[in-house]
Nanobody, 122 residues
Framework: QVQLVESGGGLVQPGGSLRLSCKPS????????MAWHRQFPGKQREFVAM????????NYTESVKGRFFISGDDFGSTVELQMNSLKPEDTAVYYC???????????????WGKGTLVAVSS
């Protein structure tokens, strides 16, 4: 199995920037997609951004378009989320996920990290 470890969260003032990083404990044979989600207190986890290396294709939830940017390589060795112009309403726990194949013979699975807290406050 593989574990994903997020880092880069913390406290930032409104208007500031943070760069989240997600690294798997082992490499993937191939990656279908990489994504970031977030969970507000008392709410369900929601989609933030997704990257499919083949294309590439990127999608963002409306509230972060033009402010957040996802990046990663074809093998999911690192998945990053650059967050600019942060707002208090961006405060949440951010989770990364990678959907892919660990070996050329394995089935495709989706793996999740345990999350990193982003707090936007003055």
């Amino acid at each position: 199995q593989v574990q994903l470890v997020e880092s880069g969260g913390g406290l930032v003032q409104p208007g500031g920037s943070l760069r989240l990083s997600c690294k798997p404990s082992r490499g993937f044979f191939s990656v279908r997609s990489m994504a970031w989600h977030r969970q507000f207190p008392g709410k369900q986890r929601e989609f933030v951004a997704m990257l499919r290396p083949l294309g590439p294709i990127m999608n963002y939830t409306e509230s972060v378009k033009g402010r957040f940017f996802i990046s990663g390589d074809d093998f999911g060795s690192t998945v990053e989320l650059q967050m600019n112009s942060l707002k208090p309403e961006d405060t949440a726990v951010y989770y990364c996920s990678i959907d892919g194949w660990m070996t050329e013979l394995s089935g495709r699975s989706e793996y999740w990290g345990k999350g990193t807290l982003v707090a936007v406050s003055s």
